[in-house]
């Protein structure tokens, strides 16, 4: 069956950098949209980024984009997100998501296409 397991988050300074892993089983990798979202205590859950199929298409938010880099292994079968720069505002619970190419069509950044999900992984930027 169909598995992510996030890792990799902690505590850091503002304008420091993390990188998360995502490790993903139970599917092809290259069939798949594999996306980070986040969600912040009280807010809604947020689209980060997303990398798609054999080619690793990416996509990014807006206010990621240039700090956060999203990437693949695929003989590893690991999804990354290098995040760069890290502000307050990025804090919060970080989550790997994926769901068919063929069935992620309303938007690579929009929770609700996604059927399978990790149990995420906590990012705290404090001073």
């Known amino acids: 069956q169909v598995q992510l397991v996030e890792s990799g988050g902690g505590l850091v300074q503002p304008g420091g950098s993390l990188r998360l892993s995502c490790a993903a089983s139970g599917f092809r990798m290259n069939s798949y949209a594999i996306a980070w979202f986040r969600q912040a205590p009280g807010q809604e859950r947020e689209g980060v980024s997303c990398?798609?199929?054999?080619?690793?298409?990416?996509y990014y938010e807006d206010s990621v984009r240039g700090r956060f880099t999203i990437s693949k292994d695929n003989g590893q079968n690991i999804v990354y997100l290098q995040m760069n720069s890290l502000r307050p505002e990025d804090a919060g619970v970080y989550y790997c998501?994926?769901?068919?190419?063929?069935?992620?069509?309303?938007?690579?950044?929009?929770?609700?296409?996604?059927?399978?999900w990790g149990q995420g992984t906590q990012v705290t930027v404090s001073s």
């Open positions: 990398i798609t199929g054999r080619a690793g298409s990416t």
């Open positions: 998501a994926c769901g068919p190419l063929e069935t992620v069509v309303g938007g690579y950044l929009n929770p609700h296409e996604y059927p399978y």
